[in-house]
Structure formats: C-alpha cells, structure tokens
C-alpha cells in the first residue's frame, strides 16, 4: 500500500485570509484595534525572548557540547 505523501510544510509566515478576517472578527471589525493586540502581542513575545535570554547560561548561549569522558 503506497504511503501519502507528507503535506508541504507551512512557514510560519503564511497568513491566510481566514486568519486575517478571525483577528479582525475578534477586534469587532475594527482594523486599528487589532493591529493594535498585534503589535502588543508581537511586544509581548519580544520581551519573553528577552528575558528568557537574560536567563539562559553563557555557555548554553554559545551552544558549547558538554566534555564527555
């Protein structure tokens, strides 16, 4: 029985229209309101990645292998 072939990744950067219409549907319809939750949401994650890098080690940051015996 010949397997399906895998379905084609999807890059994180393509947005459908159905995407679109639920963030404004969500917003009420209003295209400032949620370019606004984007833009909060975007400053939200840019400080989790901050702080999660302050917290990560030195030497986890530069992906230094662990001496092995």
Known sequence: MPSEPAPAERS???????EIDQAL??????PR???RALLV??????????????D???GFRRRRQPVED
């Open 56 to 58: 990560a080690s030195a």
């Open 33 to 35: 309101e949620t370019i």
């Open 41 to 54: 949401g975007q400053a939200f994650l840019e400080h989790e990645m901050s702080t999660l890098k302050a």
């Open 25 to 30: 549907t969500i917003c009420d319809g209003d």
């Open 12 to 18: 994180p950067f393509d947005v459908s229209d159905a």
